[in-house]
T-cell receptor, first 113, second 113 residues
Framework: DAGVTQTPRHEVAEKGQTIILKCEPV?????LFWYRQTKIQGLELLSY????????DGGAFKDRFKAEMLNSSFSTLKIQPTEPKDSAVYLC???????????FGPGTRLTVL | QQQVRQSPQSLTVWEGETAILNCSYE??????FPWYQQFPGEGPALLIS?????DKKEDGRFTIFFNKREKKLSLHIADSQPGDSATYFC????????????FGAGTKLTIKP
């Protein structure tokens, strides 16, 4: 079975740009998660979808971060406008049911200049 | 508030030794504790997990020891190999992963040949 796919693997953006990150979950998984990973803050949850319904929106990330699940096999994370502090690795994960046993993708490394 | 703490931040052991990674938590309601392994350039991968009803879980060379009274757990990696060099994250959740998972900051493990 294919794992979680994320594109692009690397993204460089200028401050103020809009970027869209993409994720394809494991086939048959109902739940999808977006995380941000930095050395300082570690792994932070941005969004959680269950069967395409938004369950968690990541609180502090609401204003410039918007995740969507267009269908059961594709999700996007839009950051608009980007700021240098958004530089991080963005991870997508999926699971059959809930937070247990998440399968993570390889991540997208975002650099905002 | 850091609910899941890991120590040490980094650990170096010789090939063949047992590496011991520690984790402690504050929320007594946590009942599901997964450990994730992350190699550079990849997303975390679920390595082994334990429920609070157990005090030990083994999977090959990997063993979790759990002390509910002290709110501590540890991951033991026996006969450690250079390929085990990675960052290990302890995590915790309530209701067997049906609620938001909290990750520790990670322990970077290096195995010297």
């Amino acid at each position: 079975d294919a794992g979680v796919t994320q594109t692009p693997r690397h993204e460089v953006a200028e401050k103020g740009q809009t970027i869209i990150l993409k994720c394809e979950p494991v086939s048959g998984h109902n739940d999808l998660f977006w995380y941000r990973q930095t050395k300082i803050q570690g792994l932070e949850l941005l969004s959680y979808f269950r069967s395409k319904s938004l369950m968690e929106d990541g609180g502090a990330f609401k204003d410039r971060f918007k995740a969507e699940m267009l269908n059961s096999s594709f999700s996007t994370l839009k950051i608009q406008p980007t700021e240098p502090k958004d530089s991080a690795v963005y991870l997508c994960a999926s699971s059959r049911d809930g937070y247990a046993e998440q399968f993570f993708g390889p991540g997208t490394r975002l650099t905002v200049l | 508030q850091q609910q899941v703490r890991q120590s040490p931040q980094s650990l170096t052991v010789w090939e063949g030794e047992t590496a011991i990674l520690n984790c402690s938590y504050e929320n007594s309601a946590f009942d599901y504790f997964p450990w994730y392994q992350q190699f550079p350039g990849e997303g975390p991968a679920l390595l082994i997990s334990i429920l609070s009803v157990s005090d030990k879980k083994e999977d090959g060379r990997f063993t979790i020891f759990f002390n509910k009274r002290e709110k501590k757990l540890s991951l033991h990696i026996a006969d450690s190999q250079p390929g085990d060099s990675a960052t290990y994250f302890c995590a915790a959740s309530v209701n067997y992963g049906n609620e938001k998972i909290t990750f520790g900051a990670g322990t970077k493990l290096t195995i010297k040949p």
